[in-house]
């Protein structure tokens, strides 16, 4: 299994700024996978990010609105640009399973509340 | 595209009885993962029960277990002697590889004394 610890846990933030949410796994991962779930939604899948290259992004989600950062393979970055109350919403941070095909693991997400 | 349907919004169940919640999903692969997992109100996605769509066994975990029907792409999720603490959204997931998650909309469940 993986731990992953992600920060902040929540916040509250001014429409018009930006917030950027860590996540750090306890080993090494190949690919690291951004969610965002909407008030008493589902999850969605933002973007995979994986190591020394660009983070691939999901149909309706670009990297100037969500800009990540991956510069090692334990650590990676999500940043909500120029948010709007619409951003109001929990962002899961996951990785997979060492072996190849188990299932995937999240951190504790973070409430993000823009008003 | 692969999605994945849960039908029931929210179930309700009395502690120590036992709860099946339904998921479906539709697939023109044959080779695939299906997964529950629980989502308390920390926020936390645990996962309870995976499934290898090629082993034809069901899946058990403790309390729970699940049918899995391939041929009718059915993956319900059954909770025996419910318990307090297994108050929470469940997700059923679909991946097939190392694709992505496709998560399906939930089930509130709710467990009364």
């Known amino acids: 299994s993986a731990v992953i610890s992600q920060k902040p846990s929540r916040d509250i933030c001014q429409r018009g700024t930006s917030l950027t949410i860590q996540c750090q796994v306890d080993s090494q991962v190949t690919m690291m996978f951004w969610y965002r779930q909407q008030p008493g939604q589902s999850l969605t899948l933002i973007a995979t990010a994986n190591q020394g290259s660009e983070a691939t992004y999901e149909s309706g989600f670009v990297i100037d609105k969500f800009p990540i950062s991956r510069p090692n393979l334990t650590f990676s970055t999500l940043t909500v640009s120029n948010m709007s109350p619409e951003d109001s919403s929990i962002y899961l941070c996951s990785v997979e399973g060492s072996a190849r095909n188990t299932e995937a693991f999240f951190g504790q997400g973070t409430r993000l509340t823009v008003v | 595209a692969q999605t994945v349907t849960q039908s029931q919004p929210e179930m309700s169940v009395q502690e120590a009885e036992t709860v099946t919640l339904s998921c479906t999903y539709d697939?023109?692969?044959?080779?695939?993962?299906l997964f529950w997992y629980k989502q308390p109100p920390s926020r936390q996605m645990i996962l309870v029960i995976r499934q290898e769509a090629y082993k034809q066994q069901n899946a058990t975990e403790n309390r729970f277990s699940v049918n899995f029907q391939k041929a009718a792409k059915s993956f319900s999720l059954k909770i025996s002697d419910s318990q307090l603490g297994d108050a929470a959204m469940y997700f059923c997931a679909y991946r097939r590889n190392t694709d992505k998650l496709i998560f399906g909309t939930g089930t509130r469940l709710q467990v009364f004394p």
């Open positions: 697939t023109s692969e044959s080779d695939y993962y």
